[in-house]
């Protein structure tokens, strides 16, 4: 990364982010307690998951353009694939590391990762290199 990568940063961009990021901290901290929760620090939980991200988006920021056009179409199909495996759960199909939580079928067991998450993002991003015609 040189100093060309930073100099086109929106620092504005960062800085929504970060008071984001406070207002998150300071939202959770702020909110009431109830069930089995009370020995989970969720503000110590959301500043661990925000630190993920920047990590995760600083490393995005070191691959080229060009890289991604490759790959978008591969990782919306991965994001449907796990898609289609919820709903194939839902109508009794046996799907690995599927859960059925009160009724949902949202979740696969690792982590608690909801595919939905990360599915809006492979879509709108598929769906820019798909417009860029260059």
Excluded at 27 to 52: C, D, E, K, S
Aim: hydrophobic content about 50%; overall charge neutral; aromatic content about 20%.
């Amino acid at each position: 990364m040189n100093k060309e990568t930073f100099s086109k940063l929106d620092y504005t961009l960062i800085f929504i982010v970060f008071l984001l990021f406070c207002i998150s901290l300071l939202a959770i901290h702020n909110a009431p307690l109830t069930g089995n929760v009370q020995h989970v620090n969720f503000v110590v939980r959301q500043a661990g998951w925000y630190m993920i991200c920047s990590i995760v988006a600083f490393l995005v920021l070191l691959v080229d353009y060009d890289h991604f056009k490759q790959v978008h179409w591969y990782l919306y199909g991965f994001g449907m694939f796990l898609l289609l495996g919820l709903t194939a759960a839902q109508f009794h199909v046996p799907v690995p590391f599927t859960n059925n939580d009160n009724g949902a079928w949202s979740w696969y067991f690792f982590s608690g990762y909801r595919p939905n998450s990360t599915c809006g993002v492979y879509e709108a991003v598929s769906h820019l290199f798909a417009r860029c015609n260059d």
